[in-house]
């Protein structure tokens, strides 16, 4: 069976952050990766990004991806990335069970672990939701961002959270029309800039609005709306019909961590990180010591706070593995104040109160 | 209504305007960013430290009329394309506009194409007097337009006359 120093399965932002901090602490580490290239959910973003410089932000997310890559490879044989890998199974004593190219299935053992798996589309209940043309957003930004397909010619947009209209702006983009979007809470959940820069192209965005139901024989055809009241009771006789080939479902996503589950971890359900979520400690580790987790799958959160959990969770892995180095200290509080930062606004009070809700007991250390 | 819809009230816009006078004086920014988000590009931007955001990354920018230079700077790097430049000391009839604009093909200079109003509704007719698209300005390209003063509040994207039949 093969041994490593440090597992670090997905390759997304917070992946890449912690094999990069762990490397630069002296450890070697060893990245699976499911997809047949690395990069997360940052490969399908073609939009600047908002956050802080020290995250990249005002760079494309690809570009980040491409950054954060190009970095990896000066530590040369220090950290692996292995492509097309996806782990199945996290059992006791840190076995990771890796299905590789879908045909060679093979065991790890690693002494510490960090977790940073993302997260999962949520989807959404009514007649005829799986009639072809109805995608979740995920989809329809690889189709379009990473292959270059269009999805269809008009589109449905179901939800207005970031994701939502990020994703309706590159559809316009890519030269595809947007009927409307829509949201059942009264207001717009994404950030007003990105709503704007979609209303002042036209688009007329729905709030208090869902699905009746998606109408099509062998394909959506059309898509019947309705408004809703205070209490997200349908209105009957607000019905609207929108003609589209494309139905896009962005309602949010869940933290995808069933191998944290797996291995033993204390899970726990907190809405405000939007699904089951390890406890862990302010470290990012969880209950299993050596065992870490970064990221969406740690809470459903943004890649800025994804970089700098990974880099904390790459440093404190690191750590107990033997590799403490001189600045250990201050890089630990350096990473913690900018997590600390991006969550103090009005946004990230929510993530606040989970984190809160998420931290073993005595997990909090006297800083 | 800004929180249902994302079009900004008029009232809104308006406080994010520099003072009549200081446009008529030379380009200046308008930086339309109304919600504490944590994000703050513009202000590393910005060569004249004209927009301050402090030491919470969520503060709503502050852009200092006085300041500002109008160079233009902020306006492809924020990620919200919320910034503008505008500058009334060319003509007492008509105002020039700096707008960020991602869409392909981009205008020609010369060319008339339709404004829009922040609903996206058809509002006037402007002239594109250039378009700058420099590697610096990392894909997100800046088209300066001439616009009928009377519009300088409600004037904030266009769309190519082609695009309006199909
Ligand atoms: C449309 C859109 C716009 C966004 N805009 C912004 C923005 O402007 N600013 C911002 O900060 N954030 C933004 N985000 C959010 C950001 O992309 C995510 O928060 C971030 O990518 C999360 O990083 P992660 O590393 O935790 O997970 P991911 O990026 O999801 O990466 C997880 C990786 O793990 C791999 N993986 C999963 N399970 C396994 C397994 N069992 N074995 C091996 N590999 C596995 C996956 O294939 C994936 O590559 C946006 C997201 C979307 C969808
Ligand atoms: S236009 Fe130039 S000087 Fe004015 S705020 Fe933007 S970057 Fe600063
Ligand atoms: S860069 Fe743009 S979106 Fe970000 S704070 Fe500045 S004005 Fe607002």
Redesign the interface.
Known sequence: MREVELLIIGSGPAGLCAALSAAESGARALILERSFRPGGQLVKQT???????RQY????GV?IAELLLKKLAEYGERIELMLNATAVGFYEDNVVTVLKDEKEYFKIRAKSVVCATGAFEKSLAFPNNDLPGIYGAGAVQTLMNVYGVRPGNRVLMVGAGNIGVIVSYQL??AGIEVAAVLDAA???GA???????????????L??HTVKEAVGTDCLEAAVVWALDEKFKPIPGTERRFDVDVMCVSVGLSPLNELLAMRGAEMKYVPQLSGLVPLRSENCETGIPGVFVAGDASGIEEA?SAMAEGWLAGLCAAAKLGYVPADFEARRREYLSQLE????????ERIRAGMKLSLLEGGMRDV | MFEKTGVAAPEMVLEKFPSVERINRGPVAVVECYQKIPCNPCQTACPLGAIEIGDDINNIPQRDEELCGGCGLCVSKCPGLAIMIVDGSKSPDSVEFRIPYEFLPLPAAGETVLGLDRAGRPLCRAKVLKVLNPPSFDRTPVVTLEVERKYLYTFRNFRREAEEHG
């Open positions: 939009h600047m990004f908002f956050g802080s410089e932000a005002s760079h494309r570009d316009l983009q009264p207001r717009i950030y007003l800039v990105h709503a704007s820069k979609l209303a002042r192209m036209g688009v007329p965005i709030t208090s800025s930062n991006l969550r103090s606004g009005p946004v990230g």
